[in-house]
C-alpha cells in the first residue's frame, strides 16, 4: 500500500494523472440546455486531501463527493453561467444544490467549488473542471 510509504502524508486514485492531460477527457455539460465543454476526471474521497485546491464554496459538515455529486472550478462555474463578470450589476448565484448534466455520468449535483487551480498542461491557461 501506497501509505506504508515513509513520508507519504496522503494519496488519491483518479481515473487519470493530473500530468499535463494529453489526452485528457473532455465532456459536454449543460445547464438548463446550455452546452460548456469542461475537463473531466473521476477520483476517491482523497482528492481534496492530495492536491489541495482550496475549497471557496463547501457545506461545512461535508466528507467528501459521493453518488450523482460533483465539484467544479471557478472556471465551470463561471461557463455554466453561476458567476458572473466583475462589475456586473446582477448577484453573484451559487452552485450549490444546483444539478447539472455531464455528458457520460448524468445527472450530477454540485456539492462544492474549489478555486481555480493549474490541472493540466501549462501551455494551456486554467480550464473548467468537473470531479466526480
Known amino acids: 500500500m501506497f501509505t506504508a510509504l515513509p513520508g507519504l502524508i496522503d494519496a ?3 481515473h487519470q494523472p493530473l500530468d499535463g492531460w494529453a489526452n485528457a477527457e473532455r465532456q459536454t455539460v449543460y445547464r438548463e440546455s446550455r452546452p460548456e465543454e469542461s475537463y473531466y476526471i473521476a477520483c476517491d474521497e482523497h ?3 492530495t492536491f489541495g485546491p482550496e475549497l471557496i464554496e463547501w457545506p461545512t459538515l461535508r466528507q467528501g463527493v459521493e453518488g450523482t455529486e460533483c465539484i467544479i472550478n471557478e472556471r465551470a462555474a463561471d461557463r455554466l453561467g ?3 463578470p466583475a462589475g456586473s450589476s446582477l448577484p453573484r448565484v451559487s452552485p450549490l444544490g444546483s ?3 455531464v455528458e457520460w455520468s ?3 449535483e454540485v456539492v462544492g467549488v474549489v ?3 493549474q490541472h493540466g498542461t501549462l501551455r494551456r491557461g ?3 473542471l468537473i470531479v466526480v
Do not use: H, K, V, W
Open 12 to 14: 488519491t486514485a483518479c
Open 115 to 117: 478555486r481555480n487551480f
Open 99 to 101: 444539478r447539472i448534466s
Open 106 to 108: 448524468g445527472m450530477r
Open 47 to 49: 482528492f481534496l486531501d
Open 82 to 84: 453561476f458567476y458572473l
Open 126 to 128: 486554467i480550464e473548467p
